[in-house]
């Protein structure tokens, strides 16, 4: 037999591979940059990212998944740990930074068992027990919240709110996403159910952020559809149509061919006459305000202002559907099928001039279950991140109120699983006992990131936090102002329990994910493969702006 074996390829040409500890270390290298890239924003004293794309457009933000969401990351490990924010987004709405910067730290801790030579499926398993056991911890050091624990509800939002650019009004700001979450929350088999997208949000440049306001209705970024309707409709009956109000052109090619002078007039008559008709109907109804989600006709638009009916026309289906919640009144498709029965009522809609435009207001519904928030700011990018900042104080206080239990912040409830945790990892037998041990050492990265980000000594103040909590304070935070320790719930630093849990499960889940992947093959058959970088290095995988 010959010396020289020929080679057997079965994979394609251009595919690479690396596997065991290079392939771990590298997603553990990537996850860990991601966490990195995030972490100096969290907490009150945390730092803005400024994010420039392509075409040069800004963005300055310190929201987690807004960073991640803008940045181009190209390594699937990382992809992974993007995905985190993502999830904490969509289920809290809120604590985005929290998750990722916990998983990173989980990832870490777990090379230095990996290290050791821990198989990953012992780290893995003492993940997971480690997860179960520092949710049933959170469950039993949280409190009770209802709608009628106002104080609690404004401290949820004023905590979510701090750091960010709303910082400046947050007395005012919590007020208004307490107010227009509870009137869009429903009580469902003794059940809270809040649906945050019954919450409009409206940005306008011009003003402080101080004129932001609430309004127990609707604003649409539209005007009346003719100078001639009135600007100002009292106690407004509302028809909400979704056809177009005018005439339709025929499905199919029709040639019409007039040969007389009259004829044609007849025939403008007659469209005249169908619209005029189809305006009787709406005003038949009732009604003294139009909301169509699809085209006026001009002359249509004519006979709506001698009647006196406000009219507006393309109106967002997801508007339409908020004018519904708002003022009771059904959407009907069908123009002849309109009647008294589906009008909605509303106390004023009227025009008004906001910036440089027309909006419409839609308010003084009676028991609006869908409400606006009109964020206003000096430029642009100072509107975007207040209603970033708004945003995360609804999901907050919504998270808060459909769960029913909140817990302290600064640090607080972190360092209080770090110490049960520990106390547990004592009484487990066998490896998962050193996992335990780690996870429970990773919590501890979050009150160490608000120390560091404030310019505080971490080891001082995690030792301070720590002997506090030993002498039976769980709820014992850093206080990033003036660097001491302090009762994070009497200050009123309250968060619901939903941000850690979720935080907990997600980071978890995804460190060991990454954990037990032993082997990475990028496919070459589209183009060239990526090029998987040497131990220790990012590579190209950490392209990220």
Not at 207 to 233: C, F, W
Not at 283 to 309: E, P, T, Y
Not at 507 to 520: F, G, Q, Y
Request: glycine residues 8%; hydrophobic residues 40%.
């Amino acid at each position: 037999m010959s010396k020289d074996v020929q080679p057997i390829f079965i994979m394609p040409e251009g595919t690479s591979r690396s596997s065991g500890k290079v392939a771990q270390r590298n997603n553990i290298m990537a996850a860990k940059l991601v966490a990195e890239t995030v972490r100096t924003t969290l907490g009150p004293k945390g730092m803005d990212k400024m994010l420039v794309d392509s075409i040069g457009d800004i963005i300055v933000t310190n929201d987690g998944v807004t960073i991640l969401e803008e940045m181009q990351i190209e390594h699937p490990a990382a992809k992974m740990i993007v995905e985190i924010a993502k999830t904490q987004e969509d289920e809290v709405g809120d604590g985005t930074t929290t998750a990722v910067v916990l998983a990173g730290e989980f990832l870490k801790k777990a090379e230095a068992l990996l290290e050791q030579e821990i198989h990953p499926t012992v780290i893995a398993k003492g993940y997971r027990i480690a997860a179960d056991k520092a949710n049933q911890i959170l469950n039993k050091i949280a409190k009770t919240c209802t709608d009628k624990d106002k104080k609690i509800l404004s401290d949820v939002a004023i905590t979510a709110m701090v750091g960010k650019g709303a910082e400046s009004a947050k007395g005012k700001l919590s007020g208004i996403v307490v107010k227009a979450v509870e009137a869009v929350m429903e009580k469902r088999n003794g059940k809270n159910t809040i649906d945050t997208d019954d919450i409009k949000i409206e940005k306008k440049v011009g003003s402080s952020i101080e004129e932001t306001e609430l309004i127990e209705g609707i604003i649409l970024d539209k005007e009346r559809v003719n100078s001639g309707m009135p600007k100002n409709v009292k106690n407004a009956k509302i028809a909400l149509v979704d056809s177009a109000i005018e005439i339709k052109d025929t499905e199919t090619d029709a040639k019409i061919t007039i040969t007389d002078p009259e004829k044609l007039q007849a025939f403008l008559d007659m469209e005249e006459d169908m619209l005029k008709k189809m305006v009787d109907k709406i005003s038949g109804s009732g009604a003294n305000v139009l909301f169509c989600q699809k085209g006026i006709d001009d002359v249509a638009q004519h006979f709506l202002s001698k009647k006196g009916i406000y009219a507006c026309r393309r109106v967002k289906k997801s508007d339409m559907e908020k004018l519904s919640k708002a003022t009771g009144g059904k959407i009907v498709t069908n123009l002849d099928d309109l009647s008294k029965t589906d009008i909605g009522t509303a106390g004023v809609v009227e025009e008004r001039k906001v910036g440089d435009e027309h909006m419409t207001y839609v308010f003084d519904c009676n028991s609006a279950k869908a409400v606006t928030l009109l964020v206003r700011g000096g430029t642009e990018h100072v509107v975007d991140e207040v209603t970033r900042a708004v945003e995360d104080a609804i999901g907050d206080v919504s998270a808060t109120l459909i769960s029913g239990k909140v817990v302290a912040g600064a640090g607080a409830p972190e360092i209080e699983v770090a110490k049960e945790l520990k106390k547990y990892a004592n009484s487990l037998s066998g490896r998962e006992q050193l996992a335990v041990s780690a996870f429970a050492e990773a919590m501890e990265i979050i009150p160490r990131t608000l120390s560091e980000n404030a310019g505080l000594d971490p080891i001082d103040t995690l030792t301070d936090l720590k002997a506090q909590h030993d002498k039976g304070k769980k709820w014992a935070g850093i206080n990033v102002f003036n660097g001491k320790v302090m009762d994070a719930w009497n200050e009123g630093v309250i968060e619901p329990l939903k941000i850690k849990t979720q935080a907990i499960s997600s980071a978890s889940e995804v460190a060991v994910m990454i954990l037990r992947i032993d082997d990475v093959i990028a496919s070459g058959e589209t183009g060239a493969a990526p090029q998987m970088p040497p131990p220790g290095m990012g590579g190209p995988g950490m392209d990220m702006m």
